[in-house]
Nanobody, 124 residues
Framework: VQLQASGGGTVQAGGSLRLSCVASGFTLDHYALGWFRQAPGKEREGVSFISGMGGRTYYPDSVKGRFTISRDNAKNTFYLQMSSLKTEDTAVYYC??????????????????WGQGTQVTVSS
């Protein structure tokens, strides 16, 4: 059972990146999914969430209107599209899956599986 995140890199402020998270060993269909990030010296924070059936999403104010989470169950993959990136978005980004359906999960403690993290650096 594994989540593999990819797509990080260095981008200038105002630019865009798309992160991907591929699941292996289990299917994502009925899992709630989330993207989190952790900057040096800071706690891990959630930035985008989607419910198990994909009908609901949630974004904190810090990224609302700039980040979009989506899922492709046929590919067993989900994504984080980030645009209008700011220097404060610099962090290691983690994908996660929670064995729950029908609702958005925002608490890290409720996630069962985590990806290894991918670095996003936004330069000024």
């Amino acid at each position: 059972v594994q989540l593999q995140a990819s797509g990080g890199g260095t981008v200038q402020a105002g630019g865009s990146l798309r992160l991907s998270c591929v699941a292996s060993g289990f299917t994502l269909d009925h899992y709630a999914l989330g993207w989190f990030r952790q900057a040096p010296g800071k706690e891990r924070e959630g930035v985008s969430f989607i419910s198990g059936m994909g009908g609901r999403t949630y974004y904190p104010d810090s990224v609302k209107g700039r980040f979009t989470i989506s899922r492709d169950n046929a590919k067993n993959t989900f994504y984080l599209q980030m645009s209008s990136l700011k220097t404060e978005d610099t962090a290691v980004y983690y994908c996660a899956a929670a064995r729950r359906r029908g609702t958005v999960i925002t608490s890290t403690s409720q996630y069962n599986y985590w990806g290894q993290g991918t670095q996003v650096t936004v330069s000024s």
